[in-house]
């Protein structure tokens, strides 16, 4: 297989979002993300949402009728979300990889799509620990290999229309990777001074 198999990286994407997701009250569900469409609560069903989608495609090469958005589970979201997230990954094996599977981005290797989803991995990640004041740069081996995939697969124009990212931000100076990546989607930490103030721990 000449794609290089990110499974082993996906499943570190998860397990730091599973983290986020445990530091998360029932106070921050309602405060805004830097991504304009979610406040807290809808990301976590969006990603709950993700973790099925993933793993439809391992199962069966497309996403099937999975929606964008599933209610979250009750109880402790952080051990729904690792389950959801080991469920994902398990049907992945090495045929899974090498297959092509049609996916809403596209028709591409199945290692490519796995690719594509380790990237919104990190992306949402860093906009679940920004929303809620946590630490948002994940391993930098990781975000460094989705940070480079995201800028070969997404140019910086057009976008917009059927391209559903804002156009890039630049970087602050001491942005590590995972920040990168979220800017070149389009984000940034211009949300509410409540999550900033958060953020700074006050």
């Known amino acids: 297989m000449?794609?290089?198999d990110l499974r082993p990286h996906v499943t570190r994407a998860q397990e730091w979002i599973a983290t986020l997701i445990d530091g998360v009250t029932p106070a921050d569900l309602d405060l805004p993300t830097p991504c304009a469409d979610f406040?807290?609560?809808d990301l976590l069903q969006?990603?709950?949402?993700?973790?099925k989608r993933v793993e439809s495609v391992g199962l069966i090469g497309t996403i099937a009728d999975v929606p964008t958005s599933l209610p979250l589970p009750s109880g402790d979201l952080g051990a729904g979300f690792r389950i959801a997230a080991a469920a994902a990954i398990a049907p992945w094996d090495d045929d899974r990889l090498t297959s092509i599977v049609t996916v809403p981005f596209g028709t591409l290797p199945g290692a490519a799509a796995l690719g594509a989803y380790l990237s919104e991995h990190i992306v949402h990640g860093w906009d679940?620990?920004?929303?809620?004041?946590?630490?948002?740069?994940t391993d930098e081996d990781i975000a460094?290999?989705?940070?480079?995939?995201?800028t070969n697969a997404l140019p910086a124009e057009p976008r917009g229309g059927d391209?559903?990212?804002?156009?890039?931000?630049e970087p602050?100076?001491?942005a590590g990777p995972t920040e990168q990546?979220?800017?070149w989607t389009g984000r940034s930490r211009a949300v509410s001074g409540r999550v900033k103030n958060r953020a700074a721990g006050a």
């Open 181 to 183: 990546l979220a800017n």
């Open 144 to 150: 460094t290999i989705a940070l480079q995939a995201m």
């Open 128 to 137: 679940l620990a920004v929303a809620t004041g946590q630490p948002s740069e």
């Open 172 to 174: 602050a100076a001491d």
């Open 39 to 41: 406040n807290v609560r």
């Open 163 to 169: 391209i559903p990212f804002d156009a890039p931000v």
């Open 46 to 51: 969006h990603l709950f949402a993700v973790e």
């Open 2 to 4: 000449n794609a290089p």
